[in-house]
């Protein structure tokens, strides 16, 4: 069999997670490039919702059954671990996030492979898989190498455009009924959404997005008249959410929300990947850090090694004058 | 109900990373060690679930002689038992490796959960968890931020992070392994002095079964990242840098 | 959805008062811990108190409870953590009762080896303290980074080296940005003096500074003290040079308690000895009327209230003018015992923060500049001018950073 590309689809509640398609758009690279077929591999409850997509696959094959209500890493493992052995893949690629890291492990324990976590960037060089991935945060990249035929990949988001995971047309759709399997020891129950309090981060333009480099909660008063002079409001990485400063609503990341203001103003964050997958599509990044080799400036547009204490004081006073003084 | 929690000692990256004239590895010399932190939640977790079901817990340190100190420390936060797992540079980040070593003393430990950060801060390859659960032919769920004991039902109730804030509410059998992102509660605070008792009150059992390499992936390079797009920095003062923001804000239309 | 929190038994009694009496048995062992047994009720300390009003049980009534077997109740409260360690109550108690360092510090340290009711906040400052040698977590590595661009040069002191004055830059002087311009400055005084100093460099730690910073954390004290002191003495120096008053109150009261007396100054006193060679050094007038808030670690309890002042009166055109409440008088700035980092604890419990206060005491002279001697008050003060509006009216100042620009060794100082 022609050694492959398999990409295992990440969705919920009826749709594709943005993930999928950048794993697709990594996939279609690879397989254009070592010129194998790409299959993507959805496991749901219903197919229907995926059956016509013009995903830039080769195939899709949609495996159908009850216990894949709502994500299980036990049903999936299931399901997955003979349909993979089936398709005899040169490469699996996961998403770098809750559902594949979940799978990662016991995947290549069952299927005799081996994983790279964390990837930016996935290339095929001959008999071997070269895979660039990040460690410590972001502080480094490894280039690591895995053997065509044991190869699983775990995608960081972000890493690829999505939009590079579609194409013109629908490829050929196959849906197969996933085995009932017997009584899950991970069972999955339900999904809580989480409390939004006054402001939702996802629906204003501007945020003025605090870090660890805060250094202290009274500091926000002046993010907050900062963000009040701007129409927009103030958001905070997983470390000062940790410590109680703000509410999780208000988190921004991999694992709070996704924004895309017209305006992200980061402030005293280092950029670690998290926090970037939560923000780099905003319009304009702004980011201040003391540190000139903080992560963040790299994805930001403009930034500044001046101290934030120093500076929001300055610009809300300049802004208030800018408009009018209001 | 006994609970067995996995402390990896990994590069602190408050230190600069130096990259070794090999371009593979990291200078060992200016290597500050510090416990992984999804570890640390591990434990914090671990050590609420002692409080709630007076379980017992028994703390592997992975690393070399730093991870004794981690060792005490877990000890003096409340760990009764301490194992030291002696582990070189060289076998940093292999995951399939020590789960592979791990995998005798957890099964004849009897433990009812396996608890380790979800991500540590080196890892190149998959998680720790799930491939310490295929060794256990345990179930294992990763990215929880609570976990909740029915000793009774011997099953776990947990909840999982999703993009978004949501969370996933789950069950799982036991005996299990768990991946642990973040604790209910931020690691607790043990004083200095307490952590210089317990080193040296210490009786950590070091673990017999040798280092091992099992056939898995290996770093063939380390890079630093290229600043490929990098931002255009704005130089000058608090002052200065300010009035070029607001002149930013305006060009956009966003004042 | 949280472990059960185990009720609250109000009739604890007789574990109480074991504790209680556990409790004072282990102060008395502390040299004056006994002194607890003299107090005479009579409201002084809790009077003095900047924050009294604010406790829920201010120092008069602890002793009180702890006479009623009581220790219960103060674990129980937040008042312990309210002490910002401006030393008040101990500087003015008739019976000479240790109150800062003894009852306060005995309680937190009661609350941090159980692990119990600590501000997360403070728990950070220490755990990283402990672990990277300064309350700000940075590599113990880049401690003298600063010297790079200080624009003169710094002897870094070796092991076996020697220097007549061994300057100890401290964590603020060394890491803090807001601070770096005032120690670049310290460091062009002493050279233009022509003085034979070095630092530690690298192997500097955190002072300790237990009756104020790491109060309560014993442990962690000892562990600094133990380090500075087998670094101090690879070293040969006639006296150590302080910038913070901070480790000026370490090294001379805790560190020759614990058997290692040290000839130590203050850079105020050192330079006020030097007065005469200072004024033949000034090169600019600096018109401007200054008031000079009095340091606690370096006033109320080491009673150093003359030497800044004798240094400022060195600077042409300086006017000093006071403040109401001066020297034995002055009011905290609110960052001592821990307190920097329990702003948003304390603040939460109290009305004007103290060192909004004080700015506005100090802009009530008339003065210009508010010039300080200790580098917590440099971030302090400067975020309480802000929010009290009194920027552009009054501004901090210190009093290195003075004599820098007096004596014409200021310029190309990066901020």
Known sequence: ?326 | MKVAVILRQVPDVVEELVIADDGRTLSEEDVMYITNEGDEHALEEALLLKARHAAPVTAFGVGGEEAKDALATAVAKGADEAVFVRSTPDARGDNASLAARLAGPLKTGGYGLVLTGVHAADQLDAGLGGLLAVQLAAPYVGGLTTVHVDVAGAKAVVQKEYAGGRLGVMEVDLPAVLGVQSAEQPPRYVSVGKVTQARRTLQASELSVPSMTVPGVRARALLRPESGAHAKMLEGDADHVAAEIVALVKERGLL | MLAQEKPVDLDRGSESDNATKAFLVRLSRLPEGTKLSACLQCGMCSGSCPLGYAMDINPRQMIAYLRAGRIDDLYRSDSIWLCVSCFNCSFRCPSGIPITDRLIAGLREELLAGGVGVPPELQAAFEKTARYGNPFGESPKKRDAWTRDAGVNIRVLGPGDSADVLWWVGCFGAYNRRNRKDTVAMARVLTALGVDFGILGTDERCSGDVRCTSQGEEGLFDALYRHNVGQLARRKFKEVLVGDPHAYNAFTKEYSRLGTPLRVKHYTQFLAERAPELRKRMKHAIPAKVTYHDACCLGRRNGEYEAPRVVLETIPGVKVVEMPRNRENALCCGGGGGANWLDSFIWERTRVPLPIQRVQEAAKTGADILAVSCPLEIPRFEDAIKTSGLEGRLRVREISDMLAEAMGLAEGRAA
Request: proline letters at 7%; one cysteine or more; aromatic letters at 4%.
């Open chain 1, 1 to 326: 069999m022609n050694p492959g590309v398999v990409v295992v689809a990440e969705h919920e509640r009826g749709e594709l997670a943005d993930i999928t398609l950048e794993m697709l758009a990594c996939a279609r690279e690879v397989a254009d490039a070592a010129h194998w077929p790409l299959t993507c591999v959805i496991l749901a409850a219903h197919a229907q919702p995926f059956q016509a997509l013009p995903l830039a696959a080769d195939r899709v094959l949609v495996l159908e059954g009850p216990g894949l209500e709502g994500f299980s890493p036990d049903a999936y493992l299931r399901v997955l671990v003979p349909a993979l052995k089936g398709l005899g893949p040169g490469l699996v690629l996961l998403g770098n996030t809750g559902v594949g890291m979940d799978l990662a492990g016991p995947l290549c324990a069952l299927l005799g492979a081996t994983a790279v976590a964390g990837c930016t960037r996935v290339q095929v060089q001959g008999s071997t898989v070269v895979c660039t991935s990040r460690l410590y945060g972001g502080k480094l990249l490894a280039q690591s190498e895995l053997p065509v035929g044991s190869a699983v990949a775990l995608l960081l988001p972000g890493s690829y455009p999505r939009k590079r995971g579609m194409q013109n047309g629908v490829p050929k759709v196959e849906v197969h009924a996933a085995a009932a399997s017997g009584p899950l020891r991970v069972r999955f129950r339900e999904l809580i959404e989480p409390k939004l309090d006054d402001v939702d981060v996802r629906k204003v333009p501007v945020l003025v997005a605090a870090g660890r480099g805060l250094q202290s909660k009274e500091n926000l008063g002046i993010l907050d008249d900062l963000a009040r002079t701007l129409g927009g409001a103030v958001c905070a990485t997983r470390p000062v959410v940790d410590q109680g400063w703000l509410p999780r609503s208000r988190q921004v990341g991999r694992s709070g929300m996704t924004v895309k203001p017209r305006l992200y103003l980061a402030l005293g964050i280092s950029g670690a990947p998290e926090h970037i997958e939560g923000m780099k599509e905003s319009d304009l990044i702004v980011a201040v850090n003391t540190d000139p080799d903080a992560p963040i400036f790299d994805v930001a547009h403009y930034g500044a090694t001046v101290d934030l204490l120093d500076l929001v004081p300055a610009l809300t006073d300049r802004l208030r004058a800018a408009k009018g003084g209001t």
